[in-house]
T-cell receptor
């Protein structure tokens, strides 16, 4: 049972480049989330999904897009990367709402130069 | 605006010491408070405290919730070097799926 898997684990982008981060969970969870973690800022929610085909904005959605075409996958896209998007990105999933235990992926360290 | 504030931001103790980590919160329509441990990578779930479950214990870790004073503490007894981590506290925002996280307490346990 792999839990929540994120790819890639590390990436360096040039300003203006695009990329997609993939999150896959094998627990049949309905809810999935993308967070970013910056020093001194804690974890902040970017986007989330309450089920296949649905997405919603979180606290810091600007510059990101997401898609949930399949229940097990949640993709985070950066269309035109900026240095301010240098961060560690975490995907998480929960069976129910955020009241229940969230399982996190191992994170993606993204550097935009 | 909902707030979750953790203190101290960092802490260094010796093995065998007992530590108490603090989390205060201001959350509309409080539902629950969650504690996570983050070592080098992904946060892992420790406890969830709700109105109906204000005290939790697992081995050397325990946590209580004070709904009146709006805070929670995480207690670790007989600390070990493996307890070194960042401990995160979070609460869901009213009517939403967003967790508001505190900035974390970095605990370092030295031999």
């Amino acid at each position: 049972n792999a839990g929540v898997t994120q790819t890639p684990k590390f990436r360096v982008l040039k300003t203006g480049q695009s990329m997609t981060l993939l999150c896959a969970q094998d627990m049949n969870h309905e809810y999935m989330y993308w967070y970013r973690q910056d020093p001194g800022m804690g974890l902040r929610l970017i986007h989330y999904s309450v089920g296949e085909g649905t997405t919603a904005k979180g606290e810091v959605p600007d510059g990101y897009n997401v898609s949930r075409l399949k229940k097990q996958n949640f993709l985070l896209g950066l269309e035109s990367a900026a240095p301010s998007q240098t961060s560690v990105y975490f995907c998480a999933s929960t069976e129910g709402t955020v009241n229940t235990e969230a399982f996190f992926g191992q994170g993606t360290r993204l550097t935009v130069v | 605006e909902d707030k979750v504030v953790q203190s101290p931001l960092s802490l260094v103790v010796h093995e065998g010491d007992t530590v108490t980590l603090n989390c205060s919160y201001e959350v509309t329509n409080f539902r629950s408070l969650l504690w996570y441990k983050q070592e080098k990578k992904a946060p892992t779930f420790l406890f969830m405290l709700t109105s109906s479950g204000i005290e939790k214990k697992s081995g050397r870790l325990s946590s209580i919730l004070d709904k009146k004073e709006l805070f929670s503490i995480l207690n670790i007894t007989a600390t070990q070097t493996g307890d070194s981590a960042v401990y995160l506290c979070a609460a869901p925002r009213a009517g939403s799926y967003q967790l508001t996280f505190g900035k974390g307490t970095k605990l370092s346990v030295i031999p």
